[in-house]
């Protein structure tokens, strides 16, 4: 996606550990305006399948998800990072590791919100090791619903995420893949 | 806002300590077209401002503000929870007490996205105490940015924070005041 790519060069900036920070428009300020343009991209690309959710994470999948929704006409549903114990039974659960942070999480999902009708799209902003996508994939699994696709914002190929998930023959699509970035560039994958 | 009240109705479940559980359509699962018409309905209330950001706190407040930030054409920021010291001056940074959760957290905003020049409606998705309007009304002074108006969608009325914040002057608009509530019941403030 060739405006995702001008802002990407234009307003981000590289930091130690890999990070690309983009807060300027994806995931601390949020242009609203070009997240409805990327949700219209996911739609185009994802039209064909008979999506009836779009799934998360929290925090920052959760204005991506919500104008991707807005285009297919569905609803989000996002896990969230667990902060107590809830021992009912009424919860989807699987665990990510968080590079970033250095530890593992817990994520959690009602089972109201997810079932065997349901065909998936996940949407994120970014895609490294790609955990965050396996912990999704998981809890798709245990609801007995169906992927249908893994919308990216900005993939890391680098990273060892999208090509784990390709191999084993997810319908992933990501709208900018880094091949490498430096203090001074950030180089994409040509498609 | 009468459609809101209907859904809370309908779909809210009452759980012990004072917790009003809207996940369906609000903060877990998330019903955008209801949730553009909640931003819609802000911007009816609040268009005679020259409002420039929408400013809210992860996670559950996102959803509203972007889809509030739609109808005014203009970005959202979003507060994060701190998980690490960040030592660099680059971010303004306040304090608040989450009664669910039994705990003090930090809440950080970058300083490239809040100015002295700009007009701030802040919005989310419950206020109970108002602990966590407070962080962000502080955040606001200390930008020296002017704030517009607090937007809620649901207001704890028998909890302090509406009238705390009534009383300093805030323009405050909750599309749904609850007086009362019980395992049975839920009673709205007449308006």
Redesign the interface.
């Known amino acids: 996606m060739d405006a995702l790519k001008g802002r990407i060069l234009r307003e981000g900036r590289v930091r130690p550990g890999n990070i690309l920070k983009v807060?300027?428009?994806l995931n601390?300020?949020?242009?609203?305006?070009f997240?409805?343009e990327i949700g219209e991209e996911f739609h185009r690309i994802f039209s064909g399948r008979p999506i009836t959710k779009i799934l998360t994470i929290?925090?920052s999948g959760?204005?991506v998800?919500?104008?991707t929704?807005?285009s297919f006409?569905v609803?989000?549903?996002?896990a969230?990072k667990a902060?107590?114990k809830n021992l009912d039974g009424s919860l989807y659960r699987s665990i990510v590791r968080s590079y970033t942070?250095g530890k593992i999480y817990d994520v959690v999902?009602?089972r109201?919100?997810l079932g065997p009708e349901d065909h998936v799209l996940i949407v994120d902003d970014f895609l490294a090791n790609g955990c965050a996508a396996e912990g999704l994939i998981d809890i798709i699994g245990q609801a007995g619903a169906s992927l249908e696709g893994v919308g990216i914002v900005i993939e890391k190929g680098f990273q060892e995420g999208g090509k784990m998930l390709r191999e084993k023959g997810v319908n992933l699509h990501s709208l900018a893949i880094i091949e490498s970035m430096t203090d001074n560039t950030v180089v994409f994958r040509e498609e």
């Open positions: 807060d300027s428009f601390h300020q949020i242009d609203v305006a997240l409805q929290e925090s959760i204005a998800a919500c104008m929704a807005q006409g609803p989000v549903v996002f969230k902060q107590t942070y999902l009602s109201r919100f």
